[in-house]
């Protein structure tokens, strides 16, 4: 007889969730990192075509998150920073295009 209301959050369900979800994460490695390298590439590239009319500043606001995340992705680091990390530079890309392009 449980006596623990139904309601009640299991912290502990909770973190193997988490962790069973980078765990998953690792197991699909590489059929992720080709689609991240995919996404990182070809937004990193049309970002960078917008940000090369403003001048310097904004080409490495594009290409250091870029090439952090390609350079962790080539270091075969744990997929939780590869993840971090493209996720960073896909939201400084996607800024970058939306801020030049309809500028």
Same mark, same amino acid.
């Not at 998150?65 to 993840?83: D, N, R, Y």
């Given at each position: 007889?449980?006596?623990?209301?139904?309601?009640?959050?299991?912290?502990?369900?909770?973190? @193997?969730? @988490?962790?069973? *979800?980078?765990?998953?994460?690792?197991?699909?490695?590489? !059929?992720?990192?080709? &689609?991240?390298?995919?996404?990182? !590439?070809? +937004? /990193? !590239?049309?970002?960078? /075509?917008? @940000?090369?009319?403003? !001048?310097?500043?904004?080409? +490495?606001?594009?290409?250091?998150?870029?090439? &952090?995340?390609?350079?962790?992705?080539?270091? &075969?680091?744990?997929?939780? %920073?590869?993840?971090?990390?493209?996720?960073? @530079?896909?939201?400084?890309?996607?800024?970058?295009?939306?801020? *030049?392009? %309809?500028?």
């Amino acid at each position: 007889m449980n006596n623990k209301p139904e309601f009640a959050p299991d912290t502990a369900s909770h973190t @193997a969730t @988490a962790l069973s *979800y980078w765990e998953e994460m690792e197991q699909q490695r590489f !059929g992720l990192v080709p &689609v991240i390298l995919l996404i990182i !590439g070809c +937004l /990193g !590239g049309v970002a960078a /075509g917008f @940000a090369n009319d403003a !001048g310097v500043l904004p080409l +490495l606001l594009v290409l250091l998150p870029t090439m &952090v995340a390609m350079c962790i992705i080539l270091a &075969v680091m744990k997929m939780k %920073f590869i993840v971090q990390s493209s996720s960073v @530079a896909v939201l400084i890309d996607l800024a970058i295009i939306l801020l *030049y392009a %309809f500028s």
